[in-house]
């Protein structure tokens, strides 16, 4: 297992927005240093320190429990559309206080990597601050991803996912708002690091309320966007997956993971 403490991005500030349906509506480019500081107790996230609101924990995981673990998370085999990675339970493991998204290989032609998948098996929240304490694995290729997607008995007729992180080696964060069903709506923003994020944790979260979504990278601000369709309980998720999307791979990923060590979700009893 690793551990390990790096620095935060540096500011170079540039953002560009669009709105348009069907398709991809914002992007950003955005750096600045800034330090990481770990969980301490109970105090605020930073991102809610600075906001109004009743905030109080609402869940987390430390990832100290194996047992624990088994009762609040699910590990699903699940393959993907556009990769061909399949994840298993098996490459999900818990020890030394952290979670390790395996990666590996087998011996299929149509899916030769195999990595790992989880969701929340009962918890769901409508709205809230959503982060984690994440290291993503040191290989070109990877999608390492923390993210939600609505809970498709309570959804009504809006499918949709939030994309709090999917991070790709060596520095690059996407995030995104997507509506699914009833038309396609994507919006998202690419924050580019002066940082290698595998080397060290980085904290990743979402602040998502009735009217907004705002992503923070280590407690940065890096895009805003008005929240029209997501107003119906959704589960947490993290897995990996060697994808084209996420870059170009060398074909060997042995021994390389997605390490969490912590995730914490607040809620605004005010609201």
């Not at 069903?181 to 904290?203: C, D, M």
Request: charged share 25%.
């Amino acid at each position: 297992m690793f551990l390990k403490t790096l620095p935060c991005p540096s500011l170079s500030r540039r953002r560009f927005f669009a709105a348009a349906a069907g398709g991809f509506v914002a992007a950003a480019a955005l750096t600045r240093p800034q330090p990481l500081s770990a969980f301490s107790g109970g105090a605020l996230p930073a991102p809610l320190a600075r906001s109004n609101g009743d905030w109080k924990l609402s869940f987390q995981d430390e990832f100290d429990d194996p047992v624990a673990f088994q009762t609040t998370w699910e590990a699903l085999k699940r393959g993907g559309h556009q990769h061909k990675t399949m994840r298993y339970p098996r490459n999900v493991v818990i020890e030394d206080g952290e979670l390790d998204l395996e990666l590996g290989h087998q011996s299929d032609p149509k899916r030769p990597f195999t990595g790992g998948y989880i969701r929340t098996r009962s918890f769901r929240q409508t709205y809230g601050y959503f982060e984690c304490e994440m290291r993503i694995a040191s290989e070109g290729g990877v999608n390492n991803a923390f993210w939600m997607v609505s809970d498709r008995s309570l959804q009504g007729d809006t499918q949709f996912e939030l994309d709090i992180a999917e991070v790709k080696y060596p520095n690059i964060v996407q995030v995104s708002a997507r509506r699914w069903k009833p038309e396609k709506i994507v919006l998202a923003a690419t924050y580019r690091s002066e940082n290698q994020l595998a080397e060290g944790f980085h904290r990743y979260a979402m602040l998502w309320t009735e009217n907004e979504f705002r992503f923070f990278v280590d407690d940065l601000d890096v895009f805003d966007i008005e929240n029209t369709f997501a107003h119906t309980p959704a589960m947490l998720l993290f897995s990996n997956a060697v994808a084209p999307f996420a870059g170009k791979n060398d074909g060997d990923v042995e021994g390389a993971a997605t390490t969490v060590r912590n995730v914490r979700v607040f809620q605004d009893l005010s609201a």
